[in-house]
């Protein structure tokens, strides 16, 4: 049987004196095929977002109206879920992204509609609802050397242009800890914010015991 393990790691994006930054990038093969790869990859400003990501909350799908519609029961009713707001939907074997939350009233969440990712699994499924925590994230693609998304706790990372209120979603990754989402100028890859710029960056996590603060979105740019 051939087996293969990939592992990618950014290993630093740290300011050279004002204005450069450095990022090296390693890429280890290991199994049946064995090769390293490292590259150095220098811009003018790294840009890097870490904010606090507050735990999941716990709820039942109580409700399937079709693969993107629905309504949650929360376990708790003093769960932070809002009106309008969006969340991410955690699963056995599935999750979605983006979730437009309706009217919330106590703990009945209403399900108006999902970006991507997993159609909803039937009723009465326990979900994890991730809360979204929005972080600047200011990246123009043309500009771009290396792009990184990172985590400790497995959830989404949504990177997305946002203009007055138009939210528009550039890409978007289900990110686990032992598999970083990477690009970079050397890999002979599209980027995948290839030509598209991105102002923000949206987070969440699927675990419910506590927040984190080990999600990451870096660049490093070229001003």
């Known amino acids: 049987m051939f087996l293969l393990t990939l592992m990618v790691l950014v290993v630093a994006a740290v300011a050279v004196g004002l204005w450069a930054a ?3 990038v390693s890429t280890t093969m290991s199994g049946d095929i064995n090769a390293q790869s490292d590259r150095a990859v220098t811009g003018e400003t790294p840009v890097i977002a870490k904010p606090t990501v507050p735990k999941a909350w716990s709820a039942v799908l109580t409700i399937r109206t ?3 519609s629905g309504s949650l029961t929360m376990d708790s009713a003093s769960h932070p879920v809002t009106t309008g707001s969006r969340v991410d939907l955690y699963w056995t074997n599935g999750r979605c992204y983006r979730a437009l939350v309706g009217t919330v009233s106590g703990t009945t969440v209403p399900i108006v509609s999902v970006a991507g990712g997993s159609v909803l699994p039937a009723a009465a499924s326990g979900i994890n609802v991730g809360i979204v925590v ?3 994230f200011p990246v123009e693609a043309d500009v771009a050397n290396a ?3 990172t985590v400790q706790v497995a ?3 949504v990177l997305v242009d946002k ?3 138009a939210e528009t ?3 978007a990754a289900y990110v686990t800890p032992s598999a970083a989402v990477m690009w970079d100028e050397g890999n002979g890859l599209d980027s995948f914010v290839d030509g598209v710029d991105v102002t923000e960056v949206h987070m969440s996590q699927s675990d419910t015991t506590a927040s984190t603060t080990g999600h990451r979105a870096a660049a490093v740019i070229s001003n």
């Open 147 to 149: 792009l990184a998304l």
């Open 163 to 165: 203009v007055g209120t």
């Open 155 to 157: 959830g989404y990372i």
């Open 134 to 136: 929005v972080a600047p």
């Open 22 to 24: 450095n990022v090296t």
């Open 169 to 171: 979603v550039r890409y």
């Open 66 to 68: 079709n693969d993107t």
